[in-house]
């Protein structure tokens, strides 16, 4: 076992530049440079620096470990590995930790998959200083984790193998984006943009456009493990459909009461009003009776004149999700009220070409399907030998 100031000769935070986005110069890191668990280069900020002299020393390079040390936690210990592309030259910024490992002790590869595991996520959290708006974790105490460090050669055999497994896990989720993309082109392609509606289509409100538009329970009822009913709330809900993952249950005396009030049916919209995913909508494919939380609200579209997947798609379009939340006010939790529901506008092309439309993503559907399937099976490969490998 060896401690991570052991492994690590330099451990710290980027440089503090105040960024734009589009003022040019050399690229500066961000939170968001390493979302979802990559280096995204689309995703940094600029300053309009074109002078690396006071610089140099904040400069990536190649096997350089990037971690979240500052963000909602769920995202604390995130880590990614960075990569040089040619001649780049990345400055490295505020609110994410820069450790260079020493070679000699820990590869930086086998570092990344090591921050990837559940053990690790467990021993950060321990770390953890909670606050309103967002968590963190002192780079002294960051450096007082033990770690297991194998020989280098074993090491290597633990690269070999993960490096196998991951690219078809992400070879997978890329598929699954593309289709994901097709369906937003296909969107745009037959109703255009629905904020500044060039093929003219009517506006109604979604009040007009819905027979019940409310939300779940506002009171947090004691859920558990198993039960008769599925307790949904925001954390359960994405565009790509429900996430299960640690879903809780409630038992009828809990259920009933809510549900006559609030009833998400087969084909209904869902759509997250309260929190950090605020905006999201999905269609609900589930025939059983769940119980929501208020954070998500039931938006039962009157199915003569207004299709569930075109409904989910507008709201999910990126321009229509831009203008709703621009459109919440200033205020520090992200919310919206069911009077502010009721008075969005959206674009009511004719019924036919709407199920034209969700036609189209049905199909689409179907290949997302298989690909997912095949994407759980590597994943439980990839999750067994992480266990296997680092417990």
């Known amino acids: 076992m060896r401690t991570i100031e052991e492994c690590f000769y330099q451990i710290r935070n980027g440089v503090n530049i105040k960024q734009g986005t589009v003022d040019g110069g050399y690229p500066i890191t961000r939170i ?4 979802n668990d990559k280096f995204n280069r689309d995703r940094m900020g600029y300053a309009g620096i ?3 002299e006071k610089y140099e020393s904040y400069v990536l390079e190649d096997g350089d470990l990037l971690m979240s040390h500052i963000n909602s936690i769920q995202y604390l210990g995130r880590t990614v590995l960075y990569k040089k592309h040619g001649k780049e030259k990345i400055i490295h910024g505020m609110n994410l930790l820069r450790l260079k490992a020493r070679r000699d002790i820990i590869r930086p590869e086998y ?4 921050f990837y595991s559940r053990t690790f996520k467990e021993k950060i959290e321990r770390i953890t200083k909670k606050s309103v708006n967002q968590a963190s974790f002192a780079v002294a105490d960051l450096k007082k984790i033990k770690i297991c460090v194998p020989d280098l050669s074993i090491q290597d055999r633990v690269i070999d193998i993960l490096d196998r497994v991951n690219p078809v896990i992400e070879e997978r989720q890329q598929e699954l984006e593309k289709l994901d993309e097709l369906i937003k082109a296909r969107f745009i392609e037959m109703f255009g943009d629905p904020v500044s509606n060039p093929l003219g289509w009517k506006k109604k409100t ?3 456009v819905c027979i019940k538009l409310n939300d779940g329970t506002h009171f947090s009822p ?7 009913y599925k307790y949904v709330t925001a954390k359960n809900i ?5 996430d299960f993952t640690n879903i809780t249950y409630v038992p009828e005396e809990v259920h009933r009461p809510i549900y006559e009030r609030c009833n998400p049916e087969l084909g209904d919209v869902l759509y997250i009003k309260d929190g950090v995913t605020t905006g999201i909508a999905m269609v609900n494919t589930l025939e059983e009776e769940f119980t929501l939380l208020s954070s998500v609200a039931l938006l ?10 075109f409904l989910a798609a507008l709201l999910n379009n990126e321009n229509m999700y831009t203008d709703i939340r621009s459109n919440m006010g200033g205020a520090a939790i992200t919310r919206l009220t069911i009077a502010k529901l009721n008075t969005i506008k959206v674009i ?4 036919e070409l709407q199920e034209q439309f969700a036609a189209f993503v049905t199909q689409t559907d179907k290949s997302k399907v298989a690909i997912q399937k095949s994407l759980e099976k590597t994943q439980l490969l990839f999750d067994s030998l992480m266990q296997k490998y680092f417990g």
């Not at 004691?222 to 008769?228: I, K, M, V």
């Open 222 to 228: 004691e859920s558990f493990d198993t039960g008769e």
């Open 111 to 114: 570092a990344k998959y090591y």
């Open 238 to 242: 994405k565009i790509s459909g429900f």
């Open 32 to 35: 968001e440079t390493i979302a």
């Open 348 to 351: 009511l092309p004719p019924i």
């Open 50 to 52: 074109t002078d690396l």
């Open 206 to 208: 979604l009040k007009e």
């Open 300 to 309: 039962k579209q009157d199915r003569r004149i207004m299709n569930g997947h």
